[in-house]
């Protein structure tokens, strides 16, 4: 957490905020990167979401998901009755880290120090927003947004008081896409579950 601790620059607005991040170099990540890609929603919004980093989709047209693991959270969103629209989203990191293999570009999860160090705009955001809950999509947002090593298996579905917001800490829907159609099911089942206890808070 030491980038995080430094102070916080006065925060003019989002927009302010999305402007500076678009040129941010805190860390590595931002050398392989198309572009920043920053949350977009609401100022108001009372939910907040907070994903990973952005795919290679979403590095190309720099808003948060809106490949494959933003249509599947999109399906999940709608069935527990919460519209995208009206939230907020974002990710823990805002610049995509892959390995090229060959002409496609493999997803490699952030470290712990990419993680800290954008954790920076991740507080911006929050402080900026001061969302009512912050649902964490997967271990690296909870890792961002509780500083510590989550087990989103033993901790998910519970509410979590974290410094500025409540917090409840789910799976990532990347996690459902990697799985068997059978488990699949199953599990998206149980992703909805959680959002749906989100949905309930809000109401
Ligand atoms: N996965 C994420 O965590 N965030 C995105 O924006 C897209 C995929
Ligand atoms: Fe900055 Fe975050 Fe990009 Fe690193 S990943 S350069 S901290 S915006």
């Not at 860390?27 to 572009?35: E, I, N, R, V």
């Not at 990191?93 to 800290?116: D, L, M």
């Not at 954790?119 to 900026?128: G, N, P, S, V």
Request: net charge positive; proline share 6%.
């Amino acid at each position: 957490r030491a980038f995080a601790e430094e102070a916080q620059p006065p925060l003019a607005s989002l927009e302010a905020i999305k402007h500076s991040a678009s040129a941010c170099t805190r860390c590595p990540l931002h050398s392989g990167a198309t572009q920043t890609v920053f949350g977009e929603g609401p100022k108001d919004a009372a939910l907040m979401l907070v994903g990973e980093q952005p795919g290679d989709r979403e590095d190309l047209a720099g808003r948060p998901f809106v490949g494959p693991a933003g249509q599947l959270l999109d399906r999940a969103l709608k069935d527990a009755g919460i519209v995208r629209e009206e939230a907020y989203v974002t990710n823990a990191v805002k610049h995509f880290k892959y390995e090229p293999r060959g002409k496609r570009r493999i997803h490699k999860s952030p470290n712990a120090s990419e993680v800290s160090a954008c954790r920076w705009w991740l507080d911006a955001e929050i402080a900026e927003l001061r969302p009512r809950l912050i649902v964490a999509l997967g271990g690296t947002a909870g890792l961002s947004l509780f500083g510590r090593q989550v087990s989103v298996t033993k901790e998910r579905g519970q509410i979590f008081e974290s410094g500025q917001a409540r917090v409840l800490l789910t799976v990532h829907p990347s996690y459902l896409l990697r799985l068997p159609p059978e488990e699949r099911t199953r599990e998206y089942a149980r992703f909805v579950a959680d959002l749906t206890i989100a949905a309930r808070v809000l109401s």
